[in-house]
C-alpha cells in the first residue's frame, strides 16, 4: 500500500483578481521510505502541496489518503495526532525559541504529548546526539550557527521518532557547507527508513533525492 496518494488536488483561493489556481488536479504516490524532492520556483505550489501532505490545510477538491486512510474523513483531533505522532516538520526559518538552549527546545513539542519528563530528556538527548550536536546540546540559538540551529531544528523533528519527515527548503538560509551537512543528515535518515520529503526551489539540492517532481504553476510537469 502507498504510504501517501494524492488524486485530483486542487487548492483554489480568492483574489482581488479572481480565482486562483494553488494546485491543479495533482496526481502523486510516495512509497514508504522514499525520498522524494518537490522542486520549482517561488509561486509554483510547492508550499501549497506541502501544507496539504503535512495534513496543515485541506484541499478544495480532490482526495488524500495517508495509510490508505481519506484525510478529508478525518476529525481534527484525528488530523491532529497525525501531525504530532507521524509526520516531523522541518522549516527554513528554524522557528527555534531564543531563550531556550538546544536541548529544551527540543524537548519542548514532547511536553505537548505528555510524555514524562525522564522520557523527554532522554528521547532529546539521543535526537541531538544523532544529528551531531552533543556538545552543544546547552547552548543558545544566538551561540550557534545556521547549520547547526537547523539541525537542532531536524532533532526537534525526529525527536519521537515519526516515520515521515517533511522538509520546507530547510537550506534556504544556509551558505553550501552547512546546506551539505542538512542535507547528509536527512539522507542518513532516509538509509534509516525514514520517508524524507523534501521541498526546494535549487535542482543540486533537489538531486540528493531518489525521486523529483517539479511543480509549475500549481501542475507537476516532469517526475524523474
Given at each position: ?32 521510505g ?10 509554483s ?12 490545510d ?16 478525518m ?27 538546544a ?9 505537548y ?8 530528556r ?65 539522507q ?5 527508513g ?31
Amino acid at each position: 500500500m502507498d504510504l501517501i496518494r494524492i488524486e485530483g488536488i486542487e487548492k483554489r483561493y480568492q483574489s482581488g483578481e479572481g480565482e486562483v489556481w494553488a494546485l491543479d488536479h495533482v496526481n502523486l504516490t510516495i512509497d514508504q521510505g522514499e525520498f522524494l524532492a518537490i522542486v520549482g520556483p517561488s509561486g509554483s505550489g510547492k508550499s501549497t502541496l506541502m501544507n496539504v501532505l503535512g495534513c496543515l490545510d485541506l484541499p478544495t477538491g480532490g482526495a488524500y489518503y495517508l495509510k490508505g486512510e481519506n484525510v478529508a474523513q478525518m476529525t481534527e483531533d484525528k488530523l491532529s495526532k497525525i501531525r504530532n505522532t507521524e509526520i516531523g516538520f522541518v522549516f527554513q526559518g528554524f522557528n527555534l525559541i531564543p531563550t531556550l538552549d538546544a536541548l529544551e527546545n527540543v524537548e519542548l513539542p514532547l511536553v505537548y504529548r505528555r510524555i514524562s519528563r525522564a522520557e523527554r530528556r532522554q528521547l532529546s538527548e539521543e535526537a541531538l546526539v544523532r544529528v551531531g550536536l552533543s556538545d552543544r546540546m546547552r547552548h543558545r540559538p544566538s551561540q550557534m550557527s545556521g547549520g547547526q540551529q537547523q539541525r537542532v531544528a531536524i532533532a526537534r523533528a525526529i525527536a519521537a521518532h515519526p516515520p515521515v519527515i517533511l522538509a520546507d527548503e530547510p537550506t534556504g538560509n544556509l551558505d553550501s557547507k552547512s546546506g551539505q551537512e542538512v542535507m547528509q543528515v536527512l539522507q542518513e535518515l532516509n538509509e534509516e527508513g525514514k520517508t524524507i520529503i523534501l521541498i526546494t526551489h535549487d535542482d543540486k539540492i533537489a538531486s540528493t533525492a531518489r525521486r523529483r517532481i517539479r511543480l509549475q504553476d500549481g501542475k507537476i510537469v516532469e517526475i524523474r
